[in-house]
């Protein structure tokens, strides 16, 4: 079956620290793979994703490239702030099925202080 | 435009008890999907639901079911709650962006159930 498997937090940087989040997926077919923030107390919103290899999502200066040879989507940031503080989810999609499930990490949470 | 709200927003249950959980999707999506999440782990995806039609279940008992009603609104029921069904419950909207192709999927600010 499908799986992702995330880096463990917490994550404590400093502002203005370089981030990288480890996320590597096994899949049986060809996955779309997505990052996920959420916030707390709140639902999870998309932050960025790449739907075949060697394609890079980006968003809010957060970057992650699809490497299909190392079945890996890491999330990194140049430059982070506090209010990047939040806990970051790793997920796939399978393109098969028309369906529309997603298999997710357990997350990371990410802690900036100044 | 509204996003997806769910309905209620915190709720205490104690085990063997029954609940609902009530999600309305984006305006014009048709999919509407749940997943549970508990403390400290990823969500993990419970049903979808497009056009009225499961069409999708992850690996839970029998004792959770859901439906989705013309307005495309759906209910998650679960019943004979047992302390470990605490979590938060999301539900995730969505609209085809191609033929048999699923667009970004919105998620809900989620239901908390504690079951003491």
């Known amino acids: 079956g499908n799986s992702v498997t995330q880096m463990e937090g917490p994550v404590t940087l400093s502002e203005e620290a370089f981030l990288t989040i480890n996320c590597t997926y096994t899949a049986t077919g060809y996955p779309s793979l997505f990052w996920y923030v959420q916030y707390p107390g709140e639902g999870l919103q998309l932050l960025l994703k790449a739907t075949k290899a060697d394609d890079k999502g980006s968003n809010k200066g957060f970057e992650a490239t699809y490497r299909k040879e190392t079945t890996s989507f890491h999330l990194e940031k140049g430059s982070v702030q506090v209010s990047d503080s939040a806990v970051y989810f790793c997920?796939?999609?399978?393109?098969?099925?028309?369906?529309?499930?997603?298999?997710f990490g357990t997350g990371t949470q990410l802690k900036v202080e100044l | 435009d509204a996003g997806v709200t769910q309905s209620p927003t915190h709720l205490i249950k104690t085990r063997g008890q029954h609940v609902t959980l009530r999600c309305s999707p984006i305006?014009?999506?048709?999919?509407v999907s749940w997943y549970q999440q508990v403390l400290g782990q990823g969500p993990q995806f419970i049903f979808q639901y497009y056009e009225k039609e499961e069409r999708g279940r992850g690996n839970f008992p029998d004792r959770f079911s859901a439906r989705q009603f013309p307005n495309y609104s759906s209910e998650l029921n679960v019943n004979a709650l047992l302390l470990g069904d605490s979590a938060l419950y999301l539900c995730?909207?969505?609209?085809?962006?191609?033929?048999?192709?699923?667009?970004?999927?919105?998620f809900g600010e989620g239901s908390r159930l504690t079951v003491l």
């Open positions: 995730a909207s969505s609209d085809l962006a191609g033929p048999r192709v699923h667009g970004e999927l919105f």
């Open positions: 305006s014009g999506h048709k999919s």
């Open positions: 997920a796939l999609r399978e393109l098969t099925g028309g369906g529309n499930k997603l298999t």
